[in-house]
């Protein structure tokens, strides 16, 4: 191919070298296809003039994302051009590209599995569907990466212990705080103590409901009921008739050591739903409801207490546990269904837990060309998850002259306000960083040593933004209406609730053009009321320069929302592309 184009349905574009690894895969495709083409030259002769030749797409030079489809030209071995229909779809270039892949056996040379290098968009589609299915709560979500990192070649560092001998020039680690926070970063191979840090930050945390610490609820006309109470936005209307699951961490105590130690788990099947009052009652449910009284999830049956004079023994909820234990709070069929998922024999060992709600819908493509991902909490596992996977593909190529530490944040608690110790407003990011420098002075950690870090240094939150809604149209400023599959959004707010401003904007868009990505502009009309992120505390607490901006959602904080197919992709484009260039970026603004 000639430096075919990947262009989703609507006609935009992206680089077709997203990386100078998948190049490398290009032009050995190219010189495979070639040899093939001599070894069968006789067969080029068909009627088609096309049909049996190997043939290049070749695209205008001055394509750029958002540009209305063209014509492509066909060019044919022997030179002869043949004008076809406008360009395919997404996904046919991509399977055309794979099927040509097949066509002849890679070199040995370059079998060896790449996992984490950087690959074209579509490729992040799947593995980023897994992840929300496979990974529902956000205890999940930090356990998830701390496996891959461990896999990159990371070493998980603890927070309780001294860093200063651990620390090495060119070293990969992680650090977790409560197991549902994570700070995960590389050391240049010349990074020095006052040298900047590249960081981006975001949240895995998502709306939910999570059950109350006395969950056993008074069986109410034979349903028997789960106390729940909401998380930032849970329970609005969007959860309303949805399968739900229930997820979390559990803590058991082994009956031998006495040791507590942590479990996650999660039941595979629906086991709550919210059901809503059919509208031929007259008012129904509007989205008025008493979320105490009328939002209750229903978890199963039990008639024992009121059809049943002797009830049969699988009818009877029985309390389990003696009394004051914590299991005795709890609904007796639930603690036996973690139990057995868990394996656990005795149940009284389990001292604790928190447990939460979760859409058990998997995450899906939709969309006629699948153009789109429907999941659940995609705010904002999408940004982190990016995020994250760019760090990945940074760290399995690091450039030999790198000086700075390239850092990723994933915090809890930003929809409820990040104001616990695993929140953004907590110390887990400033403390990471300057215990790095510490660790790499001579002198030990000093207020100027901190302060020159910090100067240098530069933040990007990434938090999900609005992407333009086609039914209100009227809803969003002319000019800032991001669009699915094209970019990274900067999101700007002139009442500083975004830490964008012209000098960090410059300085992404710096990088953009360097690494061949788009980025778009958001910014909220007057009479309407924006969120927040997790940038001004993070900006202004380190006093580091900083930018607002995320990948593009609908339906932000409903149970059940939709970004683009290429989306999660083009995060880890942008954001890889920020970590490696920021250092040589950031000399132009000195």
Known sequence: MKDSAWRPHNGSTFPPQTSREFQHELDLTRQTRNDASQRSAHNSASSTGVKAALWHISYDGNIKRGDPPRWTSIEHEAGVPTLLAPHPSLYQQYNGFKQELQLTPRPDECSTPRE???????AYTKPFCDFLTENPTVWHAVDYFEKKLEKAGFSKLSERKIWTSELQPGGKYFVTRNGSSMVAFT????????????????????LTARLKPVSTKKTTAGYVQLGV??????LNTTWWDRDLSIGGRVLVKDSKTGKITTRLVKLGWPIAKIPTLAPHFGVGMEGQQNKETQTVPIIGLDYSSDIYDHAPEEFVNLTLGGEGTFISTQPPKLVRAIAGELSIENSSSIVNWELELYDCQPAQLGGLDKEFIFAGRIDDKLCSWAAMEGLLASASSPAEDDSIVKLVAVFDDEEIGSLLRQGARGNFLSSTV??????????????NILSQTYANSFLVSADVTH????????SYLEGHAPRLNVGLVVSADSNGHMTTDSVSTALLTRVAEKTNNKLQLFMIRNDSRGGGTVGPMLSSAMGVRGIDAGLPQLSMHSIRATTGSLDPGLGVSIFKGFLDNFESVDKEFE
């Open 116 to 122: 984490n290098v950087l690959k074209t968009p579509e």
């Open 187 to 206: 050391v240049g191979k010349n990074y020095k103590s006052g040298n900047g840090v590249a960081m981006i930050a975001g949240h895995v945390d998502a």
């Open 229 to 234: 109470a909401p998380y930032g936005g849970g």
């Open 434 to 447: 300057e215990r790095v420098s510490e660790a790499f002075s001579s002198n030990g950690s000093s207020a």
């Open 467 to 474: 992407a333009v809604h086609p039914n209100f149209l009227a």
